[in-house]
Structures are given as structure tokens and as C-alpha cells.
């Protein structure tokens, strides 16, 4: 099992093009420098073993308008990926794919950029304001030429994939692109079949909204423009450069398929039971910090460089791939009594004989005592073992000879002039001495010259000095050129089995993220997520306000959701934790679909296959008023990409308190929105038992929103705890943070939040003026014929939508029932249906119950005084994990209304949902 996933697009119907896109900086300027030089960019990162990933992007036109494809490619350990894909008019898809690669140039065709056929360039420089947006010629993006040299280039894994690719044109015109401008430009040079080629597919993973990223704080802190304080760096415990690339790209691209994600949390499971697997792992990573650089076994010598790159190139090539072969019997024997599946397969792939083989070729002519840190520019002239090449012996020794010659002239200085000298190599200097003078302005001898100085501490070298470097430096050369002509047959030699090679990267690169995943779940106050139709979360917690925030105790708060009851809206004063409820949801979500444990007592997710987040700013009243057509427009992009497994987050909606416009079109979408419903697939009938519907959260100040939406069975209300406190004769709030059924009783706190940050007295005084002159006047009946309250009679709209509702409740409640039986205790289940019943006729005012008996209910109304007659016969919903839980006891008023208890308890010990 690869960490790289394969995705399958699905078209979106384009939308009417925005016309403000409001962004947010998610990464931090300056982070990486932009400006070198592209020809230096190569001998740059295979030294440094950076990353230094470039894109090519191909957009549709006329018919295939938003048809987007997507080529890149690391410089440093190449991987060529490709996808195709169809987007929408906020490029969301393409923004978070190329927030996960990470580029640091993206390249368009000089006919886009020129025409300003597209917005998706001035995107990128607002999102990635980093990143260099370059144009190649048109001519480059040519799907015939990516075909030609991706069958010279790339290894046979790419045959399997061959005849799939051809129908995907924008992609394979991206991948032209690239690979023309790599090869004219001469920045990298690849060795034939010996490219590694990934094909990216959307359809196992979850698609994030780019503006989500920054404002859930996965990359980078929204108040620190840092990786500090995100929920990458709380995830991030890799040890190797590559695994944290790969970490970083799963985190923004979670997976969604549910058998992955069960296949990472059973090995992490067996990390967690098995400490010291979890500790082998680790152990050996540490050796392999540059496991990544064996993707430069497809980078071929280029023959612009000069012969030390060249050959630093290939020893480097030839020393990781050494250090990972002698760690392949040691990982071998740690997996021996793997039980799950991702380890089963790293076992597997690691028993496999060849590295044996490999292993022992690479010993007969490299020196395996080398340690396995940095190879130093000494020791990388030893590299090579003796009795190879005798011309490379020689070499060598009269290369000793010279630094022996060398100290015994340092020791004569020494003794001569009575001075301290040692004798010191750096790479600008070469060999030279330093002398520490205790004086201030000291005498130095004429036969010595200053190189420089850094305090008290003084670098020396003579002629004679001069000229011993020269001879070494003709030796060097001499020993690099024999050097990089044995390792560079060997590294042909290898190639031949180089897909073996990245089967292995592949498996430790899944190891060192998986082994980061189970350092994150080892907290005891994490458990580990199960998947089904609803989310139930018990006493979830913030995870990055749990471990960066500056507080001692984090509030707990149960999260629901079933396909029955899907929406809630969410009320509270400001800074009663609205947000902070809304931001824990969205990141428990993403945690669960990285095959993570959260931050809860307990926790069962629905797989999201979406993931929308707006958030607004009640805060800024100005701000606020300039993005409403913004909100709507998000609002649009949710209620046209909605699919019954989204999960959508919207924070302050309404961010006034006055009443919503229900003829407006933001009304509207907001409507289609709450109101969307699907079912199951292959359903027999279109049943309550197999409705699926996306969840929705809705935090919003307005709370005669509530009303309008009440008639709708699957909105819920919740509100945040706070109590009025009678301070000096003034009101004011205490907040609890914690989350109940219902909405907000605070009356009036706009104006008690004033008083606790100090508004002129003045202020507040016209403020409750203009507050008893509002409350006098009448609403005008604009939401009188939604009132649920019993008035007696039972002809009025909103009764009746009252007692549809209560019927959708006992429906929700037979299907829970029934779907959780056993099928054995026949008598039992029918003792709980009575009761039901019972609770359902007993809630009912005595109006409404005469008025039932006069219709075909009358049945079910009697039904309480019988017994339920139970049989095989009995078709029971198929609902899987049923919904938000039992219901309380019947009220015993009558006038009492009666609903379904949607929400869990709200206690911070609580284990019940």
C-alpha cells in the first residue's frame, strides 16, 4: 500500500466566473527564495539533497473549459506525477493540489499568460505568492511528444498505465511541457527507463477548499506566519526528508477510501501494541534520513557539469543506496511477525532476494566502514575500495604522501617561529593554518600571509603552502575522474533493477509517515475513529488549541450527525466558542482521514469526500458588509459541488443579528442547501432507512433564522453555554464553552460584551435605547405563520409541519430500533416499538389526538394497547449505525412538544452518545 494515491476525476458544471476572490497568505512571505537561477538550480539541490518540485499546468478551452492538467516533477529525487481533472470557477481542486506539491515554479503556456485567458495565474500569485509563474511556448504542450519520451523515460510501470493515459490529453499536453523545458533548458537529464511515473486521481480522496488551509491552520499558524502552531507541525514526527513531503501532501489530500484507511489504523494498532516494532522502525529510519535520494538514480550524468558534480552525483547515488541495502535484513527481521496488512506487504517487498544481491555487488567495490552521516569530500575519496582500480591506488597514496608532507612543514613552521600552529582544510582555503595571538596587534612573520582573521583567531598560509594545495587539488581531479568511472558502471549496473529499488523507498516512505501517525495517537487521551453512516464524537477537543494553546484545560464537547439529522445550527454570543466548536469538526475530520487517532473519549466518522469551510467576520462589521456578495458566492460553489457525503462548515453566515431576507438568493441557496437528500445506492425504495444527506454546520448571530428553517425535519439547533451574571447591577456573561441543544437564552449581549471591553458609558446607554424601542415594535407578522408553538387547534401550517416532524422522530427511532436488533428476542423488540408508541400518542395534545382517530391513524393510536405482533415478515430499515440516540421519556404534559434527543450528553465524562 502506497501513501501515493490514485485519483479519478468527476466533472463539475461550470459556474458564473467571480469577480473578487478574497485570499489569505498561507504560507509566509519569504519562506523560500525565488529568484535563482534556473541553471544553478540542479548542481544546488542534488548537493543539498533539496526539495525543488516545478509544475506545468494546461487548461481547456471552449468545450473543455475548467478541464485542468497538471504535470510535476522534483529536480532533486525526480517522480514524474500526473493528473487530469475537471474544476470549477475558483480552480479549488488545482489551488490545493499545487499546495501539496509544493512548487516552486509553475509554468503556463505564453499564450494564456499573455492573453490573460485565465484567472488561474493571478490564483496562484495570490495563494502562492512564492511561487515564479513562467511561460513556455505553446508548441511545448504537446501530448504526441509526452507519449514519445515518457516510453523512453519511464520504467515499465508505466506500461500498465499506458493505454489509460492516452485519453487524457490536457494531462499528458502538462507532462510535454515539463519534460521539453527540463531537456532544452539542460536541467535534468534522465537515464533512460529509469523514470519513476505516477498517475494522481481525485476520486480517493477528500477535496479540500484552498481557503480552508488557511483558515483551519494546516500548513501554517493564521496569527504566526510559521509552520509552528499548525496541525502539520503537530503531525510531523518524520524522520526522513521524504516522508515528511509525503505526510504534508496526505494532509492536504486526506484519503477517502475507507479500506485504506482501516489498513493504516490496524498498523497503527499493532505500532502502538508493539513498542518495540515501533522503536526498530524509527531506529532504522534514522539511517536513512535521505532515502529519497534514490529517486536520483534516475537522473543520468550530464555532461555540462563539470567531473566533481558529476561525480559527487553518483557517489552520493551509490553511498544512499548502499546505506538503505544494509538496512534491509535488519527491517526484515523487525516485520517478521507482522500481522497487518501495510506490514505484511513492507515484509514482503524487503524479503525480496535481490537486495541481497545488490547489496553484495555495491560491497565489492564501495567501502562499507564509511559511516553513514555526510560523506566528507576525504572520505569520499576513499569510497571506493582498494584493489578495484590499481590507478586509483596509486593516486590515493600519493595523495597521503602529500598531507604527511604537509604536517611535517607545519611542525618545522612551528618549531621555527615558535608559534602554535594546526593545520586546518575548509573548502575556499584549502589546506591552511591557524594560530590563536593573545595581543591585540601582533607581529605575524613576513613568510606567512593573512587569509583571514576572526577575532583573536588568525588564518596563515605560505607559498610553500600555496603549492602543496596545488598538487592536491591535480590529485583530487585525477582520483574523482577514476572514481566517478567505476560507481558510474555500478549505477548502470543497477538500474536494471531500479524498480525494485523504489518498491523499497516506497515501503520505508510509508513506514516513517505511518510510525509519525502512531507517535501523534500514543497521547492516552486519543482513540482511534471507526467509520459508518453518521459522526459521533464524545468529548472532542481542539487538537492544536490542546497543545499549542496557552491554557491548562481544553473544554470537551460532543459532535453528531446522522443522515436523519444533518444540520445544526449553532448560536452563542461572540467569544462563547462558536469558531472554536466549528474549527474542531473540520480538523477532527481531516485527523480521522489521515488514519490518525483523534482527540476524543470516543469517535465515528463518515467518510467526507468534501470538505467546504467558509468562515465569515461578525467580528468586523465592515468587513462584513463588503463580502456578503462573497458569502453568497461561496454559497453558490457548496450548493453546486454538494454531494451527500460533503461535510460543510460555514461560520457566522448571518453576521448580523437582524432578520434574513427569505426572498433573497442567498436564502435560496441556503435552503438547497440544508434541504439536499440522496439515497443509498441500490436502495429498494427511497425510504428514511437509506436517506443520505451531507452534514452542515451553521454558526450564525441571527437567531430568527431558526425560524423559517424549523419546519425542516433535519435541522437541529445548538448553542454554546453561557450564563447572565448580575455584576454591580449590570449584566454580564460567563462563558462555558460547552455545547447544548438549543438555541442561546442570553438576551441582549452585544451589549454585556461591551461592558467588558470598556465602551464609553454613553454608548452603552443610547445602545439599550435603541435595544427597548426595537423590542417595542411589532414584527408584522413576517414569521407568525411559522410559530411551532400549540395554540390549541390543528389547522394552522405550523402544526402540522410540528407534527410531521414528530412523526419523522418516531420513523428515525423505529429504524434505530430495528436495525440494532438481533432478530431473537422477538417479545423484547416489540415491548420497545409499544413503548415508542406510547411516548409518541402520549406528547400529542387531546385535539390533536381526536382529530387523528377520525383518520386512517387510528391504528397506530390503539396500537399502545396491544401488543406488537412481530414476525419474520417485519421489514426492517437498512439503516447501519442508526442515529443521534434514544429518545427521553415522554413529556408528561401533554402541551409539552416531544422530539428526538439529536445531541449526546454534554458532560466531559460522558461515554454515551
Known amino acids: 500500500m502506497n501513501f501515493m494515491k490514485s485519483r479519478i476525476d468527476r466533472p463539475v458544471e461550470p459556474l458564473p466566473k467571480p469577480q473578487v476572490f478574497r485570499h489569505i497568505d498561507l504560507r509566509p512571505s519569504g519562506s523560500r527564495t525565488a529568484s535563482k537561477s534556473i541553471h544553478n538550480t540542479l548542481n544546488e539541490t542534488v548537493a543539498a539533497n533539496e526539495p525543488y518540485p516545478i509544475c506545468a499546468v494546461a487548461e481547456g478551452r471552449g468545450h473543455a473549459t475548467l478541464e485542468i492538467g497538471l504535470a510535476g516533477i522534483d529536480i532533486a529525487a525526480p517522480v514524474l506525477q500526473m493528473s487530469q481533472f475537471s474544476d470549477n470557477f475558483w480552480y479549488s481542486n488545482i489551488l490545493t493540489s499545487l499546495q501539496a506539491l509544493n512548487p516552486v515554479m509553475v509554468f503556463f503556456s505564453d499564450h494564456s499568460l499573455n492573453t490573460r485567458a485565465s484567472n488561474l495565474p493571478n490564483l496562484i500569485r495570490q495563494i502562492l505568492p512564492n511561487v515564479q509563474i513562467l511561460g513556455l511556448p505553446r508548441s511545448f504542450y504537446n501530448?504526441?511528444?509526452?507519449?514519445?519520451?515518457?516510453?523512453?523515460?519511464?520504467?515499465?510501470?508505466?506500461?500498465?498505465?499506458?493505454?489509460?493515459?492516452?485519453?487524457?490529453?490536457?494531462?499528458?499536453?502538462?507532462?510535454?511541457?515539463?519534460?521539453?523545458?527540463?531537456?532544452?533548458?539542460?536541467?535534468?537529464?534522465?537515464?533512460?527507463?529509469?523514470?519513476?511515473?505516477?498517475?494522481?486521481?481525485?476520486?480517493?480522496?477528500?477535496?479540500?477548499?484552498?481557503?480552508?488551509?488557511?483558515?483551519?491552520?494546516?500548513?501554517?499558524?493564521?496569527?504566526?506566519?510559521?509552520?509552528?502552531?499548525?496541525?502539520?507541525?503537530?503531525?510531523?514526527?518524520?524522520?526522513?526528508?521524504?516522508?515528511?513531503?509525503?505526510?504534508?501532501?496526505?494532509?492536504?489530500?486526506?484519503?477517502?477510501?475507507?479500506?485504506?484507511?482501516?489498513?493504516?489504523?490496524?498498523?497503527?494498532?499493532?505500532?502502538?501494541?508493539?513498542?518495540?516494532?515501533?522503536?526498530?522502525?524509527?531506529?532504522?529510519?534514522?539511517?536513512?534520513?535521505?532515502?529519497?535520494?534514490?529517486?536520483?538514480?534516475?537522473?543520468?550524468?550530464?555532461?555540462?557539469?563539470?567531473?566533481?558534480?558529476?561525480?559527487?552525483?553518483?557517489?552520493?547515488?551509490?553511498?544512499?543506496?548502499?546505506?538503505?541495502?544494509?538496512?534491509?535484513?535488519?527491517?526484515?527481521?523487525?516485520?517478521?511477525?507482522?500481522?497487518?496488512?501495510?506490514?505484511?506487504?513492507?515484509?514482503?517487498?524487503?524479503a525480496n532476494e535481490l537486495y541481497k544481491q545488490l547489496y553484495d555487488q555495491i560491497c565489492t567495490v564501495l567501502d562499507v566502514e564509511i559511516g553513514n552521516a555526510h560523506v566528507s569530500d576525504y572520505h569520499r575519496l576513499f569510497l571506493v575500495k582498494s584493489k578495484v582500480s590499481s590507478t586509483l591506488d596509486v593516486l590515493r597514496s600519493l595523495y597521503s604522501e602529500v598531507i604527511d608532507e604537509i604536517r611535517e612543514y607545519v611542525a618545522n613552521l612551528t618549531q621555527e617561529f615558535r608559534m602554535l600552529l594546526k593545520m586546518t582544510y575548509t573548502k575556499s582555503l584549502g589546506f591552511h593554518m591557524q594560530v590563536a595571538f593573545k595581543d591585540a596587534g601582533p607581529s605575524i612573520p613576513r613568510v606567512f600571509k593573512l587569509l583571514n582573521r576572526s577575532g583573536q583567531r588568525y588564518c596563515l598560509t605560505t607559498g610553500q603552502l600555496q603549492a602543496f594545495n596545488e598538487r592536491i587539488s591535480g590529485i583530487v581531479k585525477e582520483i574523482e575522474m577514476v572514481s566517478f568511472s567505476v560507481i558510474k558502471q555500478l549505477i548502470e549496473d543497477i538500474r536494471e533493477h531500479v524498480e525494485s529499488i523504489y518498491a523499497l523507498v516506497a515501503n520505508i516512505t510509508d513506514l516513517d509517515v505511518l510510525q509519525s501517525l502512531a507517535v501523534v495517537s500514543q497521547d492516552k487521551d486519543f482513540c482511534r475513529p471507526t467509520f459508518g453512516r453518521s459522526t459521533k464524537i464524545v468529548a472532542a477537543r481542539h487538537p492544536l488549541l490542546e497543545a499549542y494553546g496557552e491554557i491548562e484545560k481544553v473544554v470537551k464537547n460532543n459532535i453528531i450527525a446522522t443522515p436523519e439529522y444533518n444540520v445544526f445550527i449553532v448560536t452563542g454570543p461572540n467569544m462563547s466558542g462558536k469558531t472554536v466548536y466549528m474549527k474542531t469538526i473540520s480538523l477532527l475530520q481531516i485527523m480521522a482521514q489521515l488514519g490518525c487517532y483523534v482527540p476524543a473519549a470516543r469517535a465515528e466518522f463518515r467518510i467526507a469526500d468534501r470538505l467546504m469551510v467558509v468562515f465569515g467576520a461578525a467580528e468586523n462589521i465592515e468587513h462584513d458588509l463588503s463580502n456578503s456578495s462573497r458569502m453568497s458566492r461561496k454559497l453558490e460553489v457548496i450548493a453546486h459541488s454538494l454531494t451527500v457525503n460533503s461535510l460543510v462548515v460555514i461560520d457566522e453566515l448571518f453576521g448580523d443579528t437582524q432578520s434574513p431576507d427569505i426572498s433573497g438568493s442567498r436564502w435560496k441557496l441556503l435552503e438547497r442547501i440544508v434541504g439536499f437528500v440522496g439515497f443509498q445506492a441500490g436502495a429498494a425504495c427511497e425510504s428514511l432507512a437509506a436517506v443520505e444527506r451531507p452534514f452542515v454546520y451553521l454558526t450564525t448571530h441571527c437567531h430568527d433564522i431558526l425560524r423559517p428553517l424549523e419546519h425542516m425535519h433535519n435541522v437541529s439547533r445548538l448553542c454554546l453555554q453561557t450564563e447572565v451574571l448580575d455584576v454591580d447591577g449590570f449584566e454580564r456573561l460567563r462563558f462555558k464553552y460547552t455545547v447544548a441543544e438549543g438555541k442561546t437564552n442570553v438576551k441582549n449581549y452585544g451589549i454585556s460584551l461591551a461592558r467588558c471591553v470598556r465602551i464609553p458609558e454613553t454608548v452603552i446607554s443610547r445602545a439599550e435605547e435603541i435595544n427597548e424601542d426595537l423590542k417595542n415594535r411589532t414584527i408584522g407578522g413576517r414569521f407568525t405563520h411559522n410559530t411551532t408553538t400549540w395554540n390549541g387547534s390543528f389547522s394552522t401550517q405550523a402544526n402540522i409541519h410540528h407534527f410531521d416532524k414528530r412523526l419523522y422522530d418516531l420513523y428515525a427511532q423505529l429504524a434505530l430500533l430495528l436495525s440494532e436488533s438481533d432478530g431473537e428476542d422477538m417479545g423484547a423488540l416489540g415491548l420497545q416499538i409499544n413503548e415508542l408508541l406510547e411516548r409518541f400518542v402520549g406528547a400529542l395534545p387531546s385535539d390533536v389526538v381526536n382529530y387523528l382517530k377520525e383518520t386512517p391513524l387510528e391504528t397506530l393510536l390503539t396500537a399502545k394497547n396491544h401488543t406488537v405482533n412481530v414476525n419474520a415478515d417485519l421489514t426492517m430499515p437498512s439503516i447501519s449505525e442508526g442515529i443521534a440516540g434514544e429518545s427521553e421519556a415522554a413529556a408528561t404534559d401533554g402541551s409539552e412538544p416531544f422530539e428526538i434527543d439529536e445531541t449526546i450528553l454534554i458532560g466531559e465524562d460522558s461515554e454515551e452518545l
Open 143 to 350: 501530448d504526441s511528444f509526452a507519449m514519445k519520451h515518457m516510453d523512453s523515460l519511464c520504467c515499465s510501470a508505466f506500461q500498465t498505465l499506458k493505454d489509460t493515459l492516452r485519453a487524457k490529453y490536457y494531462g499528458l499536453a502538462a507532462v510535454g511541457a515539463l519534460i521539453r523545458h527540463c531537456f532544452e533548458s539542460n536541467l535534468l537529464r534522465l537515464a533512460p527507463k529509469s523514470l519513476q511515473f505516477c498517475y494522481l486521481s481525485k476520486r480517493q480522496t477528500m477535496a479540500i477548499d484552498v481557503e480552508c488551509i488557511g483558515h483551519l491552520e494546516l500548513i501554517y499558524s493564521l496569527h504566526k506566519a510559521n509552520e509552528k502552531h499548525s496541525l502539520y507541525r503537530l503531525m510531523n514526527h518524520c524522520i526522513t526528508s521524504v516522508g515528511k513531503r509525503h505526510l504534508r501532501a496526505n494532509l492536504l489530500e486526506p484519503s477517502s477510501s475507507r479500506e485504506v484507511l482501516e489498513s493504516r489504523l490496524a498498523c497503527l494498532d499493532e505500532m502502538l501494541e508493539k513498542q518495540d516494532l515501533l522503536c526498530g522502525i524509527q531506529r532504522i529510519l534514522r539511517d536513512l534520513v535521505d532515502i529519497g535520494g534514490l529517486m536520483k538514480l534516475a537522473v543520468d550524468v550530464d555532461n555540462t557539469r563539470t567531473t566533481k558534480q558529476n561525480t559527487i552525483h553518483v557517489l552520493n547515488q551509490a553511498k544512499t543506496l548502499r546505506n538503505a541495502l544494509r538496512s534491509v535484513p535488519e527491517l526484515k527481521s523487525l516485520l517478521e511477525g507482522a500481522r497487518c496488512t501495510i506490514l505484511q506487504e513492507a515484509k514482503e517487498t524487503v
